[in-house]
């Protein structure tokens, strides 16, 4: 059977409608931009709404329609349907999902609290299972051929470091939850996949689990860990936005369930 090669850019997201959680900074704020700029109309879900705004009026005037934002805190079990309805209200519909919204507290496991276990647990995976689960329904229920791609990390197969326990855990659930959600929903034309950062330059690097300035020992970890990367650098919000691309773009229409690890060869070490 011969098929027939596609005659526009296969990477372009004109006339798509997405959904970016935790889009307000770091790889979510990446991801956000490289969409606008490939044609895509966003819906940015986040706490902090702030730096949506403020990107919102630094668009041109002709653009700003493109982008709106909800303020929901996903550890709300009923977020998920709300930012469907509100996808719906302002788009119309879905077509694309990026799960990226997550913590990473730095707490070895002898001291992990179970409050804090279930806090990273409940946004890293349940969240994103939910969030998955409304989006499905609402594209199959308007019979579109949608793609949602989750934010794992290199975590989700190789432990990086003492004190992530709870993270690798909900982030090894996410690779998993992936592959089992692809196969549920390949039927209804819904691809499900999967981008694994690796060390990434972001507003909350150097941070603590608490928002704060992180510790000399968690920079010191940092400065250990880049010397690890093949490349020789961190990675930028930019790099893992240019793979959601593709994995929301036509382009990657034969893939479902598939991980894409994207680390400066940091796991070749």
Do not use: C, W
């Not at 990226?100 to 507290?105: D, H, L």
């Not at 982030?171 to 819904?190: C, D, P, Q, R, W």
Request: hydrophobic share 45%; glycine share 10%; aromatic share 6%.
């Amino acid at each position: 059977m011969q098929v027939q090669m596609e005659t526009t850019n296969p990477f372009s997201l004109a006339g798509k409608r997405a959904l970016v959680t935790g889009g307000a900074m770091g790889i979510g704020m990446g991801i956000v931009r490289r969409f606008v700029d490939s044609g895509a109309k966003v819906l940015v879900a986040d706490k902090v709404i702030s730096p949506v705004e403020k990107y919102i009026s630094n668009l041109p005037e002709s653009n700003r329609h493109s982008v709106s934002v909800i303020d929901v805190d996903l550890l709300d079990v009923e977020v998920p349907d709300l930012m469907l309805s509100e996808m719906v209200k302002v788009f119309g519909g879905i077509d694309i999902l990026v799960n990226n919204a997550g913590i990473y507290p730095t707490v070895p496991m002898l001291d992990m609290s179970p409050q804090l276990f279930d806090k990273v647990y409940h946004l890293n995976l349940r969240a994103l299972a939910f969030t998955s689960k409304a989006a499905a329904k609402e594209m199959i229920k308007q019979k579109i051929h949608g793609k949602i791609v989750n934010i794992a990390s290199i975590d989700s197969i190789h432990p990086s470091s003492v004190g992530l326990a709870a993270y690798d855990a909900s982030k090894g659930g996410v690779l998993m939850f992936t592959k089992n959600f692809a196969l549920e929903v390949a039927k209804s034309g819904i691809t499900v996949n999967a981008i694994a950062p690796g060390g990434i330059a972001t507003e909350g690097t150097g941070m603590s689990g608490s928002g704060t300035p992180a510790s000399e020992e968690i920079r010191r970890m940092l400065e250990d860990f880049k010397k690890q990367i093949p490349m020789g650098r961190m990675g930028t919000p930019d790099d893992i936005a240019k793979v959601a691309v593709f994995l929301a773009s036509s382009a990657s229409d034969y893939m479902t369930g598939s991980l894409v690890v994207v680390d400066g060869g940091r796991l070749l070490m």
